[in-house]
């Protein structure tokens, strides 16, 4: 069966320092990621998609980056945090094909102080 | 813009009580889904419905889908305090590719 892990689960992290949430897939090949953020009782706002190694697709202008060095893996990335930068981070995947049923990793809460 | 909006914001009913949440959305799509997330914690996918559908089942939960008025609805019929969560649409645009996107969510508390 497929599993999803990120970590850390929490993170507290000071304005102006480097970002690297991780997140890999087990179980699937050549799957479809997604990394979103979620602000205090909102919905989701998707940063990036993946559909495959190198590519990669910005849905949102930002202090963030995202790479997936190997198929499975999906890395966020900032050089520089900001306040706004807050919040809470949840990783993705998918098929390739079909309906693009998303299963969801368990999360990560950060807060930039 | 957000292509899901769910109304209500937020539900509180009691224990034993059914539970209806509406999801509106603005273009074509390939299906809308439902997932749950519980506090803290990612969300889970809960049922899929696709645009040739109008009604779908999966244990207490029923679906609608009206594609003329661009809008679903989620029923949980009976709930239990064990549905405390919040429920959120997620459509599958036909211009949008991979991605789904999602509304804002329904908090819904069950009180025993």
């Known amino acids: 069966s497929q599993t999803i892990h990120q970590w850390p689960a929490t993170l507290v992290q000071p304005v102006g320092s480097p970002l690297s949430l991780e997140c890999t897939v087990e179980g699937t090949s050549n799957p479809n990621l997604y990394w979103y953020r979620q602000a205090a009782g909102r919905g989701l706002q998707l940063l990036f998609y993946?559909?495959?190694?190198?590519?990669i697709s910005s849905e949102v202008p930002q202090n963030l980056s995202a790479s997936r060095p190997q198929d499975r893996q999906f890395i966020l990335s900032s050089k520089k945090l900001l306040l706004s930068d807050s919040g809470f981070y949840l990783c993705?995947?998918?098929?390739?094909?079909?309906?693009?049923?998303?299963?969801f990793g368990p999360g990560t809460r950060l807060t930039v102080t | 813009s957000q292509q899901g909006e769910e109304d209500p914001q937020a539900l509180s009913i009691q224990e034993g009580e059914n539970a209806t949440m509406n999801c509106s959305y603005k273009?074509?799509?390939?299906?809308l889904q439902w997932y749950r997330q519980n506090s803290g914690r990612g969300l889970v996918h809960l049922i899929l419905?696709?645009?040739?559908?109008r009604e779908k089942h999966s244990g207490r939960l029923r679906v609608t889908l009206d594609t003329s008025k661009k809008s679903s609805s989620l029923l949980i019929t009976a709930s239990r305090a064990a549905d405390t969560a919040s429920y959120f649409c997620a459509t599958d645009a036909r211009a949008a590719g991979n991605k789904l996107t999602f509304g804002g969510g329904t908090r819904v508390l069950v009180k025993p």
């Open positions: 273009t074509s799509i390939n299906n």
């Open positions: 993705a995947w998918s098929t390739g094909t079909g309906d693009y049923e998303q299963y």
């Open positions: 419905i696709r645009s040739n559908e």
């Open positions: 993946s559909i495959g190694i190198d590519q």
